[in-house]
């Protein structure tokens, strides 16, 4: 009903609502007198509610009272007792004179209202007759008693599970709706959906055995089956005829029952039946350790996950929710991660964050504990899978894991070395064994084990696999004849001629293509941050066509920094569009990618003064007469303005950008006041300039440790004291002042006033505070 239209729905409410307080329906011409077109699907929504309402065992409120059925007369059976009864029928014991054994009969009630179900009655003994599964009740034959139908199947001694679940240990829980599971998958794959799952829907026998009953609401058809079932354990799409039924309806019950076995309550209640309609539609249930606090987290997960609103969220069959169960069952982690932990984390972290906002307008805090507090918090927004978090600690299988794939790599590189360089391997038929057949074997068996729940140790295998992916191609294009260049061969980045620049650049574009979809599979930072690095290289190797080798050969640095910088808004464009994709572990890496670019076209720009000769400027006139590089001090000047760009554009990120953002930002900020005052030292121990440079070095280096005041900044308070110290030894270089005790005395005596003044500050943000 969640698709119907606005003004129906509410015109629907409206007669429900009536109905639920004062017993009686208005009629729908009534309440759609001004919508004629309104009618007819009123009337359907009507005749749907009504139908629930009359044969359904809601549980909400007191049963209406249903006529019993007379206790049958079958041939060669004697009539023990009356059971149990439900929506379809009455359940009797008999007594099968001829085998001399106990069996179940059940018997179609008479009321006129039910026999419309009777094709419902007939299809429960045609599935059930299906299966010969131990977990689900067996029929031995469908007959007739006095024109009504009456199904012979076996008799379940025991309890049901909803009675004796809360004495059940949470492992017992566990090992019963596993088993269940496993049956309910066994008639997915016949066709046939449940439909009606619920604890008295379960029998346990003596040995905890679990026995299906009921399949009177079976059926396979996806658009049919809507609002039939018992309430409290309704899917989402079954109270919507817009949407289809399938096997993962089952699974939202098992989830329903999971849940109730767990923490003893049913996740959505409800006086009426249209309020527990809407909150199985929006609500969201609590977690059952909010319920029961020792209930088991990876339970608690497995549950919710079954109970995902959307179906697509939820297991895909009752199989994968059963192979959740055995992980915990034998103590390994579950794959469970519902949404409901992003949502209900999400919710609750606000008001922290909101809480750190206030505790900093009121001065409880400083601006950095602030800013470490919100990074903390929104951590919890990106978080990893369970097993991605448990791969990056350091145990002896993740150990020999990447080392083995380092290893593997490392000697894919020597090989590649003795084929390509020492002419030592010919052909491509131990190349193909050494490298391609090991290729293949990693990515499959990675696949295998993804698919397996080992997805830690996929993720080393496909790594040692994309590391020997551009050894072997490289080796087959040679081999094959593809793109093979003379030595010498112009406009070729290597010049002997060994790997050409075609060759390199097809090898790495597989690469990329290859890392990256592997990285889009498996959701992992590791995989991402290859693809990344290769992209780089593909990047560099694309500039060979536009003359690399003749840039560096000429020391024209700054056409490689031209060329360059446009990569970085090729990857900041990716890593945006993947960022909003829901792939933060793909967009991180490439605007740290992008970051590393600019910094190095910046600092490549600035060799040979270059930046100042493109913005038409130049400091010469600073520079010594007697210093032979006429262009030093525009490079230092345009290395330092560098820095003050890279905190710029740092200070941009955090304001402007989100939280993936943030990670570039931090490397800027540390580059950043490395980059600005380095040149400086540089400049200063020439020793070719005036000696003031020396001071305005350790002037420069002082302002940088006070900044760092500004917004807390500890890499620009590192990088002063140390240029600080730097300057200072510079100074006394540069005046031969080391065998002087008044230059020691003169620093000693700063450090006394640095201490006193610090004294003098405390005491007054002490009197403010």
């Known amino acids: 009903?969640?698709?119907?239209?606005?003004?129906?729905?509410?015109?629907?409410?409206?007669?429900?609502?009536?109905?639920?307080?004062?017993?009686?329906?208005?009629?729908?011409?009534?309440?759609?007198?001004?919508?004629?077109?309104?009618?007819?699907?009123?009337?359907?929504?009507?005749?749907?509610?009504?139908?629930?309402?009359?044969?359904?065992?809601?549980?909400?409120?007191?049963?209406?009272?249903?006529?019993?059925?007379?206790?049958?007369?079958?041939?060669?059976?004697?009539?023990?007792?009356?059971?149990?009864?439900?929506?379809?029928?009455?359940?009797?014991?008999?007594?099968?004179?001829?085998?001399?054994?106990?069996?179940?009969?059940?018997?179609i009630r008479a009321d006129s209202r039910v026999r419309t179900r009777l094709p419902d009655f007939l299809r429960e003994a045609r599935s059930l007759a299906l299966f010969t599964d131990p977990r689900i009740v067996q029929v031995f034959e469908l007959r007739e008693s006095a024109g009504q139908p009456v199904i012979i199947m076996e008799l379940v001694e025991g309890f049901e599970l909803g009675r004796i679940g809360p004495s059940l240990e949470f492992s017992q829980r566990a090992r019963i709706l596993r088993e269940v599971c496993g049956a309910i998958h066994h008639a997915h794959r016949a066709g046939i959906q449940h439909r009606?799952?619920?604890?008295?829907?379960?029998?346990?026998?003596?040995?905890?055995?679990?026995?299906?009953?009921?399949?009177?609401?079976?059926?396979?058809?996806?658009?049919?089956?809507?609002?039939?079932?018992?309430?409290?354990?309704?899917?989402?799409?079954?109270?919507?005829p817009q949407q289809p039924i399938d096997a993962r309806t089952d699974?939202?019950?098992?989830?329903?029952?999971?849940?109730?076995?767990?923490?003893?309550?049913?996740?959505?209640?409800?006086?009426?039946?249209?309020?527990?309609?809407?909150?199985?539609?929006?609500?969201?249930?609590?977690?059952?350790?909010?319920?029961?606090?020792?209930?088991?987290?990876?339970?608690?997960?497995?549950?919710?996950?079954?109970?995902?609103?959307?179906?697509?969220?939820?297991?895909?069959?009752?199989?994968?929710?059963?192979?959740?169960?055995?992980?915990?069952?034998?103590?390994?982690?579950?794959?469970?991660?519902?949404?409901?932990?992003?949502?209900?984390?999400?919710?609750?972290?606000?008001?922290?964050?909101d809480q750190v906002a206030e505790w900093l307008r009121l001065k409880l805090i400083h601006p950095h504990e602030a800013d470490h507090l919100r990074r903390a918090y929104r951590q919890f927004d990106v978080r990893d899978d369970d097993w991605i978090a448990a791969s990056r600690l350091l145990s002896y299988s993740q150990i020999a894991l990447y080392l083995g794939a380092f290893l593997l790599v490392a000697g894919g590189l020597f090989y590649f070395s003795a084929h390509r360089f020492f002419d030592a391997v010919r052909g491509v038929t131990r190349p193909f064994v050494a490298l391609g057949l090991p290729f293949a074997g990693l990515n499959l068996i990675g696949r295998h084990l993804y698919r397996t729940d080992r997805q830690a140790v996929a993720v080393a295998f496909f790594l040692a696999g994309v590391g020997l992916l551009p050894l072997a191609l490289l080796i087959s294009l040679h081999e094959a004849g593809l793109?093979?260049?003379?030595?010498?061969?112009?406009?070729?980045?290597?010049?002997?001629?060994?790997?050409?620049?075609?060759?390199?650049?097809?090898?790495?574009?597989?690469?990329v293509a290859?890392?990256?979809?592997?990285?889009?599979?498996?959701?992992?930072?590791?995989?991402?941050?290859?693809?990344?690095?290769?992209?780089?290289?593909?990047?560099?190797?694309?500039?060979?066509?536009?003359?690399?080798?003749?840039?560096?050969?000429?020391?024209?640095?700054?056409?490689?920094?031209?060329?360059?910088?446009?990569?970085?808004?090729?990857?900041?464009?990716?890593?945006?569009?993947?960022?909003?994709?829901?792939?933060?572990?793909?967009?991180?890496?490439?605007?740290?990618?992008?970051?590393?670019?600019?910094?190095?076209?910046?600092?490549?720009?600035?060799?040979?003064?270059?930046?100042?000769?493109?913005?038409?400027?130049?400091?010469?006139?600073?520079?010594?007469?007697?210093?032979?590089?006429?262009?030093?001090?525009?490079?230092?000047?345009?290395?330092?303005?560098?820095?003050?760009?890279?905190?710029?554009?740092?200070?941009?990120?955090?304001?402007?950008?989100?939280?993936?953002?943030?990670?570039?930002?931090?490397?800027?900020?540390?580059?950043?006041?490395?980059?600005m005052l380095e040149p400086l030292a540089y400049l200063v121990e020439t020793a070719e300039y005036s000696a003031r440079f020396g001071w305005i070095y350790l002037s420069l280096a002082l302002a940088v440790a006070v900044a760092s005041h500004h917004r807390q900044r500890k890499s620009f308070y590192y990088a002063g004291v140390a240029d600080t110290g730097v300057a200072l030894y510079l100074i006394a270089a540069r005046h031969a002042w080391f065998d002087r005790p008044r230059w020691a005395e003169t620093v000693i005596a700063a450090g006394l006033l640095a201490l006193v003044a610090g004294f003098l500050l405390d005491a007054r943000e002490r009197r403010r505070r």
């Open 196 to 240: 009606d799952l619920k604890p008295s829907n379960i029998m346990l026998d003596a040995s905890l055995s679990p026995k299906i009953l009921d399949f009177g609401l079976s059926g396979g058809d996806p658009t049919s089956g809507h609002l039939q079932g018992t309430l409290f354990y309704l899917a989402p799409e079954q109270i919507d």
């Open 1 to 107: 009903m969640s698709d119907l239209p606005s003004e129906l729905e509410a015109r629907f409410e409206r007669i429900v609502e009536h109905h639920v307080l004062h017993g009686e329906l208005l009629p729908a011409e009534q309440v759609a007198a001004d919508r004629p077109d309104l009618v007819a699907p009123l009337r359907a929504l009507v005749e749907q509610y009504l139908d629930l309402t009359r044969t359904l065992d809601t549980g909400a409120g007191p049963a209406p009272v249903e006529p019993a059925v007379a206790p049958p007369t079958i041939e060669g059976f004697r009539v023990v007792e009356r059971i149990g009864g439900g929506g379809m029928g009455e359940v009797y014991k008999l007594e099968d004179l001829t085998l001399h054994r106990f069996v179940a009969a059940k018997v």
């Open 251 to 353: 699974v939202y019950a098992l989830g329903v029952v999971l849940y109730e076995l767990l923490c003893g309550v049913v996740p959505f209640s409800g006086d009426t039946a249209p309020e527990v309609l809407e909150k199985v539609r929006t609500g969201v249930p609590r977690l059952p350790v909010e319920i029961d606090p020792t209930v088991p987290e990876p339970l608690q997960a497995i549950a919710l996950k079954a109970m995902e609103r959307q179906s697509g969220d939820r297991y895909a069959t009752a199989h994968e929710m059963a192979l959740d169960l055995s992980r915990y069952l034998d103590g390994r982690p579950v794959l469970a991660r519902p949404t409901q932990y992003a949502t209900t984390l999400g919710a609750r972290v606000a008001p922290h964050l």
């Open 514 to 675: 290859w890392s990256g979809w592997l990285a889009l599979m498996t959701r992992t930072t590791a995989l991402s941050t290859v693809s990344t690095v290769v992209a780089v290289l593909l990047a560099i190797s694309l500039l060979a066509d536009a003359g690399l080798r003749t840039w560096l050969e000429d020391g024209r640095f700054d056409l490689l920094a031209l060329h360059l910088a446009p990569t970085a808004v090729a990857y900041a464009a990716a890593a945006f569009a993947l960022e909003r994709a829901a792939r933060p572990w793909f967009a991180r890496p490439l605007y740290v990618a992008a970051a590393v670019v600019i910094v190095v076209s910046l600092d490549l720009l600035a060799l040979d003064g270059r930046t100042f000769s493109y913005l038409g400027l130049s400091l010469q006139r600073y520079q010594s007469s007697q210093v032979t590089n006429p262009t030093l001090v525009d490079t230092l000047a345009a290395l330092t303005l560098n820095g003050v760009a890279f905190y710029a554009i740092a200070a941009a990120l955090e304001r402007r950008g989100g939280e993936v953002m943030r990670t570039a930002a931090g490397l800027l900020f540390v580059i950043a006041p490395f980059s």
């Open 483 to 511: 793109w093979v260049v003379q030595a010498d061969a112009s406009g070729q980045l290597f010049a002997d001629g060994s790997i050409s620049n075609r060759q390199l650049q097809v090898t790495l574009l597989a690469s």
